[in-house]
């Protein structure tokens, strides 16, 4: 037994060896730092990137210590040990190799924590560990039953197939079962729905119970027990689909929700430091001169995109747009009252001002009564109002044109007019009465199929 565990050891510290490095890689060169600085969450989610590692590592590990003791006999030989023991025995160096693979892309990630105001998620680090001993099992079955020639092959293809495979799936709750999707997560104004995780928690959890059941009918050999144990794994393993479906079925193509802005921390102008209460007092936001402007600690690290979205709130007022008074950081529906933006940690000012442009404007309605031609104007008047608001709310400070969409040549000769107009507002604050009727109805027309898009000045 002490050769046993020598090779069991060994056969773990490759496994890390190879899956460390892999796990590095992927932490360093794949993860989208918009999705984790200052945020412990999005931290904890992109760690779960390197489950296509760790999870094939765990899997090919278990076939191998499931092949070993198959060559042993083990189902034949007398012992004193349970076959829960005997798994722990065999699995558990092959399980920390995993974990520490797990660790290593965790660890990784945690160069960008600081400014977080939250802590790591540990329901989520769990439910990666239980996806870990759900393969670990799934490789363990395979090598207790078939070639190692055969099981190893099999069981790091079913692990990368049931991670990635099953995140394209249109049956939803597949991609939730295997977990994967989890990473998909988070900005730092988003967060996880929790069926998504509890989803992938019950199926892993009772799924590895499963696995293990079907593990130890073989390590005891026949017997009449073995009938009861084959049962009820089957009814844990049909539980396990059929729970956590029903957990999914709420679910979308996407497990990510906005954050409770509760936790906002809201402002008037930096020089009131006033805060808005967590219920929004609308009257109040009547009666202010300067928007208020909400963001989650950690949002606006150094105080920038406040500064920013000030400067083109009021350019858009002198503009008579009348832009909403509350600010919120965070992809939420618009409405008259307020308005979302999107920024990150690692947004500059001038993304997040241009945010405010285009996400007060909104996207060009679509009209089905619309022909052709009637849907290429209201597409050139989206463009064209984007362009017109982008250059006269800019500043000194900041330049917002260059997210200015693109305009053909006839359709930068018809804009030529309104390109002086924003010209002169940008430098004077003065707006003729005709670009300022065409930017109203413009702004109308894009929102509205009954408002026709306006002729150009």
């Given at each position: ?78 012992r004193n040990r349970s076959a829960f023991e005997i798994t722990l025995r065999a699995l558990t160096p092959v399980l920390l190799a995993a974990i520490l693979i797990q660790f290593v892309s965790f660890f990784s990630l945690s160069r960008f924590s600081p400014g977080a105001a939250d802590t790591p998620n540990f329901a989520l680090l769990f ?221 500059t000012p001038e993304e997040v001002a241009y945010s405010l442009v285009a996400d007060i404007v909104g996207q060009p309605a679509i009209c089905d009564q619309d022909s052709d031609r009637d849907w290429a104007n209201r597409e050139f008047t989206y463009r064209a109002l984007i362009n017109f608001l982008l250059t006269a709310s800019s500043s ?62």
């Amino acid at each position: 037994m002490k050769r046993l565990a020598k090779a069991t050891l060994v056969n773990a510290l490759i496994l890390f060896s190879i899956g460390g490095v892999a796990a590095f890689l992927f932490s360093t060169g794949m993860v989208e730092p918009r999705f984790v600085t200052s945020y412990w969450f999005g931290i904890t989610s992109q760690s779960g990137l390197t489950l296509i590692v760790s999870a094939g590592i765990a899997a090919v590990g278990g076939a191998i210590e499931g092949a070993r003791l198959s060559s042993l006999k083990i189902n034949t030989l007398p012992r004193n040990r349970s076959a829960f023991e005997i798994t722990l025995r065999a699995l558990t160096p092959v399980l920390l190799a995993a974990i520490l693979i797990q660790f290593v892309s965790f660890f990784s990630l945690s160069r960008f924590s600081p400014g977080a105001a939250d802590t790591p998620n540990f329901a989520l680090l769990f439910v990666f560990l239980l996806i870990l001993i759900f393969h670990l099992l799934l490789g363990f079955n395979l090598g207790l039953r078939i070639h190692p020639a055969l099981a190893i092959p099999i069981a790091l293809t079913a692990s990368y197939m049931w991670l990635g495979a099953s995140w394209g799936v249109n049956f939803y709750p597949l991609r939730y079962m295997a977990g994967l999707i989890l990473v998909d997560c988070c900005r730092i104004y988003e967060q996880l729905d929790a069926s998504s995780v509890y989803t992938a928690l019950i199926f892993n959890g009772i799924g590895a119970v499963a696995s293990f059941l079907f593990a130890a009918r073989r390590i005891r050999g026949r017997g009449n027990a073995n009938l009861l144990m084959g049962i009820a794994a089957g009814l844990l393993a049909t539980t396990a689909a059929l729970a956590s479906t029903n957990a999914a079925s709420a679910l979308g193509p996407l497990p990510v929700t906005n954050r409770d802005r509760s936790s906002m921390r809201c402002l008037n102008a930096l020089s009131e430091g006033h805060a808005l209460s967590k219920v929004y007092e609308f009257n109040t936001l009547e009666r202010s001169l300067s928007p208020y402007i909400c963001f989650f600690d950690g949002q606006d690290p150094r105080g920038e995109f406040d500064t920013a979205l000030r400067s083109t709130w009021h350019r858009l007022s002198d503009l008579g747009f009348d832009p909403p008074k509350l600010i919120v950081g965070t992809n939420q529906q618009n409405d008259q009252q307020q308005v979302g933006v999107v920024a990150t940690p690692v947004s500059t000012p001038e993304e997040v001002a241009y945010s405010l442009v285009a996400d007060i404007v909104g996207q060009p309605a679509i009209c089905d009564q619309d022909s052709d031609r009637d849907w290429a104007n209201r597409e050139f008047t989206y463009r064209a109002l984007i362009n017109f608001l982008l250059t006269a709310s800019s500043s000194p400070n900041y330049e917002l044109s260059g997210f200015s969409p693109s305009l053909s040549e006839i359709e930068r000769a018809n804009y030529r007019n309104l390109e002086d107009a924003s010209q002169v507002f940008l430098q004077t604050d003065y707006l003729d009465q005709e670009s300022r009727g065409w930017l109203m109805l413009a702004k109308q027309s894009v929102q509205s199929c009954g408002v026709p898009p306006p002729v150009m000045p």
